[in-house]
């Protein structure tokens, strides 16, 4: 599969999207209800699933933590498709965009089941990167 036949790039804003965005789990912490863009300030790329049941942003700003690069501001699936085989599609939009930046995402232990947090990412090729300040795990992967 090309990432085109998993993937359609689509809008902050648009209400498939936001739907998807509002069931994930950092949403709780971004609750805006009036307010149906879900992506944050800077450069941004939002894809959806042709079947509308999973969503990747990548986002691309200054980020406050210190890392650079292009970041997976939200990845939620709730479809059939392997979650690392969207990530591995996804990735080509990114570096598409923003050839040969680093990609990063920031993973809450705290709020996923499982034992390996971001498992999904590292089945991707993505290497761990160490911790924030708050404790979050920070993936990346280069290109």
């Not at 069931?23 to 971004?30: G, I, Q, V």
């Not at 089945?123 to 992967?141: C, D, F, N, P, Y």
């Amino acid at each position: 599969m090309f990432p085109g036949e998993i993937w359609i790039p689509s809008a902050d804003g648009d209400l498939r999207g936001f739907a998807l965005a509002r069931r994930h789990y950092s949403a709780k912490k971004n609750r805006h209800p009036k307010r149906k863009r879900f992506v944050g300030p800077g450069e941004r790329i939002v894809l959806l699933t042709l079947q509308y049941d999973a969503i990747f942003v990548w986002r691309k700003f200054i980020d406050d933590s210190g890392q650079t690069g292009v970041n997976c501001a939200l990845f939620r699936n709730e479809g059939q498709i392997r979650a690392s085989k969207l990530i591995l599609a996804a990735e080509e939009f990114a570096w598409a965009k923003w050839p040969g930046e680093r990609l990063y995402t920031f993973i809450d232990a705290a709020e996923l089941p499982g034992t390996c947090p971001g498992y999904c990412f590292r089945r991707a090729g993505w290497k761990s990167a160490g911790h924030t300040k708050g404790g979050l795990i920070v993936l990346e992967k280069l290109f």
